[in-house]
């Protein structure tokens, strides 16, 4: 049996909690024989500023590039506020995304059945809800050049982010989103603001272009970013693929979280390229932040990280038994009434973040059995 390498950064606030329920998780899937796992852990965000003097160590990111895969638990915190903007805690995840490469980031919004009640929007509207989000990752305005705030002759300052995508960025992630449509319903919607930016031509024109190319069977749609916005919180479950920019991404998966019932449920994946192995660099974590207000008191939900461990065997191992075994684990929980206090009613009985992940794993053990 394949022995995968796993880098484990748990990082900062809440990430410790929840990397602990994945490697609870990991104990169970060892025992089922499905797949066995090394995994190593290391510093990143402000722990690694505390222990290095910086986010993300040289020897960290060479580890990292040597690993099968990546999960990393979230980063920052009020106790790194004050540093430098350079070596501020999230400076070593964007470092890590750009130095490997990890363009394409999925957000998955599934709506569980015994959740429904806990989104922001009505039980019809979110009811049987998925939906795959296929952010562009490491071009846009938060890298485009020149970036920055100068002092005018008047004193004031003027401000500048710069737009920028090229042809091959946008076709790359556009395959992305066509594959896995592919394996889908068959349909993507792709959001831009082409009514008001150059970029958002180029967007078009070139998503367009692909789809005509190489994707006949499968459906696009282009919508612009802001109704896009929109249509999410009035008929999300119109869409199924939504393949959009870095900022717009940002936006639109935070506007999505919403209608899923809380940030503590959502995983994510950034992959890179297919090298010349077939295989591809990857990191996947929690959407949710470090979350320093419940930090170190046993309140995360675990279910967004554990969710992202079942992205990784799904996609950088192509482990999909094993993947199902972790997403019919997580759904079973939560159909037995297990809830963290994220997700519980007013008065409803709430487990803690370890007990949480302690269930999962039972009910993959007896899903395994
Ligand atoms: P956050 O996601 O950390 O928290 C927002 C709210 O959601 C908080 O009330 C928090 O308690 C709750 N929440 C988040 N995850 C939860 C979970 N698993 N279970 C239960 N409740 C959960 O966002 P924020 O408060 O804006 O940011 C806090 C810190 O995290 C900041 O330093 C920010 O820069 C950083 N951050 C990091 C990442 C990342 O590492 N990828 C992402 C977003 C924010």
Redesign the pocket.
Known sequence: MTTYKLLLLP?D???PE?MAGVETVLTALAETGLATFEAETDLV?GSAIDAHGKPLSDATLAKADAADAIL???????KWNGVAYEIR??AG?LRLRKDLGLFANLRPAICYPALADASALKRELVEGLDIMIVRELTGGVYFGEPKEITTLPDGSKRAVDTQVYTTAEIERIAHIAFDLAGKRSGRVASAEKHNVMKSGVLWKEVVTEVHARHYAGIALEHVLADNCAMQLVRRPKQFDVLVTDNLFGDVLSDVAAMLTG???MLPSASLGAVDARGTRKALY??????????AGQD????I??IGSLAMCLRYSFGLGEAADLVDRAITAALAGGAR???IAGDGAPVLGTRAMAELIASELRVRAA
């Open positions: 990082g606030g809440i990430g929840v965000g990393l638990g979230a980063v920052g915190g009020p805690p999230e995840l809380s940030l503590g974590e929690p959407v949710h932040g470090s979350a320093p207000d419940i309140k995360a939900n675990p967004a990280m963290t206090a994220d």
